[in-house]
């Protein structure tokens, strides 16, 4: 049978790498590092958007946070943040030696949530 999304971003330890270097790849972007500067607890967000990645992709895990829309609400995300993001995932799925399918998979469902996190 064909692998899920899941299975080809390397199933749990594969995506909680994923999600650790989205996270510090933010960190170090100037265009939105101040919006990651201020969480308290940045491990659980990081758990958050690794159950999200898991949920969303194919795998067992549940997500428990909260839907993208009431996540983002309030914050004023601009375009230019919303494809920082988008960038930063990217990038950190290059550095983990993943291939254009898998990019491209990813990079559809994010775009698919824009209008549930930009100026929302
Ligand atoms: C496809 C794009 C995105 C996805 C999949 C995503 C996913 C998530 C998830 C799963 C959470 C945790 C939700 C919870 O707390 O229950 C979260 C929180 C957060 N997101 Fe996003 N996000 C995206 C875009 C953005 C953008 C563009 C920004 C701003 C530049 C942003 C800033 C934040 C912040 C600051 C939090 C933490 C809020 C807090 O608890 O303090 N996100 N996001």
Redesign the pocket.
């Known amino acids: 049978m064909e692998k899920s999304l899941y299975e080809r971003l390397g199933s749990a330890e594969g995506i909680k790498k994923l999600a650790n270097d989205i996270a510090e790849n933010h960190l170090k972007n100037d265009l ?1 590092k101040t ?2 500067e201020i ?1 308290e607890d940045l491990d659980a ?1 990081k758990n ?2 690794f159950e ?1 990645i898991c949920a969303g992709t194919g795998g067992p895990q549940a997500y428990t ?2 839907g ?1 829309l009431g ?2 609400k309030g ?1 004023n ?1 601009s375009e230019e ?2 494809i920082a ?2 960038d930063d995932i990217l990038k950190a799925m290059d550095e983990n030696n993943l291939g254009e399918r898998e990019k491209n998979e990813m990079l559809a469902i ?1 775009y698919s ?1 824009k209008d549930e ?1 930009i100026r929302v």
Request: proline residues 0%; charged residues 15%.
């Open positions: 939105i919006r990651f969480i967000v958050l958007v999200f946070g909260k993208m996540a983002h914050m995300i943040e919303f993001v988008i994010g949530l996190i």
